[in-house]
């Protein structure tokens, strides 16, 4: 039975797990009862901000309050394993922004338990519902490209960010992770091998660069690329719904027998020139509307919860694709520790 008015709660309240919440206080289909953070004054500031009155440090107290049905986890993503299953074992929907774990082990574990309990967990792989990569895929799936023979995609950042990520996580988890998925949606196969190279600078824990190769069963070949080393003056196009002082440049292109199809994230046809700098800003994932966050996030969460009301699992993003995607991404940190080529064993 369809439940009209879900009642969501929040663990992770820093600077996405605003934009959530920014997102969720404008739909009409669910109520922000409960937030979480560590960070007591914040999670204390953020529920004034929002008139929301159940406030934890704790996303455990969070996960067992008897006035939230689903849980929504904006956290780090060495946290999202541990939150996932507590929630599922507490009878409670998942979503999780990206990525589900940082392991292939934990992702298993989360999926046993999901469809044991018959739960939803979703993951924010939000370029599913980013407008032009569903077009991509449309082209794609109508033939119009012919057959698929190779993806390339790149995902580059600022470097100035690396010194909050170069040693919190591993980037195929933390970025690659969104071209991971992509590259499984598009290819529609089971992927044979993985082979990969990093390269680290300094004394950081993670590589700020690294370079993967994918092998199809259908014998589609895809390429992956990502760089933090956007210098300080590069196109900034995360402004106004998420300001952060820097770029992402991402590119994806599909090539076949038939045509090829590319979108590369900094070409919005939008620039701003002022002063300080030029501006592209991003159109398509969480853009500020007359009185809305609209985009890409406003849509992967309304589908969640329209599906978490019907405890049926997404068709746009089955919870097994962000498990086998989490067994690549092992499988490219591993190739590129050996300097071998992983052989992705076929699952039963």
């Given at each position: 039975?369809?439940?009209e008015k ?5 663990i992770?309240?820093g600077?996405f ?13 669910c109520e ?8 007591e004054?914040l999670?204390?500031d ?15 107290q969070?996960i067992?309050d008897?006035c939230v049905?689903?849980?929504?986890v ?9 939150y996932?299953?507590?929630?599922l074992?507490?009878?409670k ?13 934990d992702a298993?574990?989360?999926y ?7 739960l939803?967990?979703?993951?924010g ?5 980013s407008?032009p990569?569903?077009?991509?895929k ?9 057959k698929?023979?190779?993806i ?7 470097r100035?960010w690396?010194?909050?990520?170069g ?6 988890y ?10 499984l949606w598009y290819?529609?196969s ?6 990969a190279?990093e390269?680290r600078?300094g ?5 700020d660069v690294f ?6 069963e259908?014998g ?5 690329t ?5 210098p300080?003056?590069?196109p900034?196009?995360l402004v106004?719904t ?10 994806i292109?599909?090539?076949g ?5 590319r979108?590369?994230m900094v070409d ?13 800003p991003?159109l ?5 509307e ?27 993003a ?14 490219i ?15 039963e």
């Amino acid at each position: 039975m369809k439940k009209e008015k879900l009642r969501v709660g929040v663990i992770g309240t820093g600077r996405f797990g605003r934009v959530h919440l920014q997102v969720l206080t404008q739909l009409k289909n669910c109520e922000v009862t409960a937030i979480a953070d560590i960070d007591e004054k914040l999670v204390e500031d953020v529920g004034r901000r929002w008139n929301i009155s159940r406030t934890y440090v704790d996303g455990k107290q969070l996960i067992t309050d008897p006035c939230v049905d689903v849980v929504d986890v904006v956290s780090d993503e060495a946290s999202h394993a541990f939150y996932i299953l507590e929630a599922l074992r507490a009878g409670k929907h998942v979503f999780v922004e990206k990525p589900l774990a940082t392991s292939f082990k934990d992702a298993e574990l989360i999926y046993q338990e999901a469809r044991k309990r018959q739960l939803v967990v979703m993951v924010g792989n939000i370029s599913r519902f980013s407008q032009p990569y569903v077009t991509m895929k449309r082209f794609l799936d109508r033939g119009k490209l012919g057959k698929l023979r190779l993806i390339r995609a790149k995902r580059d950042f600022s470097r100035a960010w690396f010194e909050y990520f170069g040693k919190r996580v591993h980037t195929v988890y933390e970025s690659g992770i969104h071209d991971i998925d992509l590259i499984l949606w598009y290819a529609g196969s089971r992927c044979i091998s993985v082979r990969a190279e990093e390269r680290r600078t300094g004394d950081y824990i993670y590589p700020d660069v690294f370079v993967s190769v994918f092998t199809f069963e259908n014998g589609v070949i895809a390429v992956l690329t990502s760089a933090w080393l956007v210098p300080k003056y590069g196109p900034q196009n995360l402004v106004e719904t998420i300001e952060l002082d820097g770029t992402i440049d991402a590119d994806i292109e599909l090539v076949g027998l038939g045509g090829c199809a590319r979108f590369r994230m900094v070409d919005s046809g939008l620039s701003v020139w002022t002063d300080e700098g030029v501006y592209h800003p991003e159109l398509t994932l969480w853009p500020s509307e007359h009185d809305r966050v609209g985009g890409a996030i406003r849509a992967e969460l309304e589908h969640f919860l329209c599906q978490a009301s019907l405890s049926c699992e997404s068709p746009v993003a089955p919870l097994w694709d962000s498990v086998y995607a989490l067994k690549l991404a092992d499988a490219i940190v591993e190739s590129a520790r050996t300097g071998k080529t992983i052989k992705i064993d076929k699952e039963e």
